[in-house]
């Protein structure tokens, strides 16, 4: 079986049947229009395409790193049993 989603029955299938994967399909796509965009919309975040380099770097987004909480912390989709302390508070309690 392969599984698909974010679960439940109606996300298995027969992984025979799933598409191969082939090493085109990884490749990252290039831009070939003369502008392109970024972020959310807007005409600050068109620009030209003048570089391919330039233009991939400005596609890239990078994750925001995350600071730790100092408080309760919460893991999983919910409920009272996702919620938990850090190490050094539990040492504390």
């Known amino acids: 079986f392969a599984s698909h989603g974010r679960g439940g029955a109606g996300n298995m299938a027969d992984a025979a049947q799933s598409p191969k994967i082939n090493p085109s399909d990884l490749e990252t796509p290039v831009l070939k229009t003369a502008v392109v965009t970024t972020g959310r919309g807007g005409t600050g ?41 850090g190490e050094d508070e539990l040492e504390e309690l």
């Open 45 to 85: 975040n068109m620009a030209q395409n003048n570089d391919p380099r330039e233009t991939r770097l400005r596609q890239d987004v990078k994750a925001v790193p995350r600071r730790l909480s100092s408080g309760a912390q919460y893991v999983g989709r919910g409920g009272a049993g996702n919620v938990f302390k």
